[in-house]
């Protein structure tokens, strides 16, 4: 879930959180959120800012991909 937008590298999932989640402590961060309710969001924030999204109080699991299974076939 990486994408390049402004010259930036954007990392992107879903973000699970407590009540005292602050949204606006996220977008202090340059993260944008859609809230689905229920302390579930859909976020994007700069990959370079992981490390201070990690450090927010409230949040209570990061998800950014999905398990995939892979099929490898052997030439």
Known sequence: NLTKQAGEVIVS??????EDFSIQDFKNIKGSL?????GTFTFRIPIKNI???????????IETTKNANLKINKI
């Open 51 to 61: 490390d201070k999204m990690v450090k927010i109080k409230g949040i209570n699991r």
């Open 13 to 18: 999932g879903f973000l699970f959180t407590a």
């Open 34 to 38: 859609v809230n689905y309710g229920k």
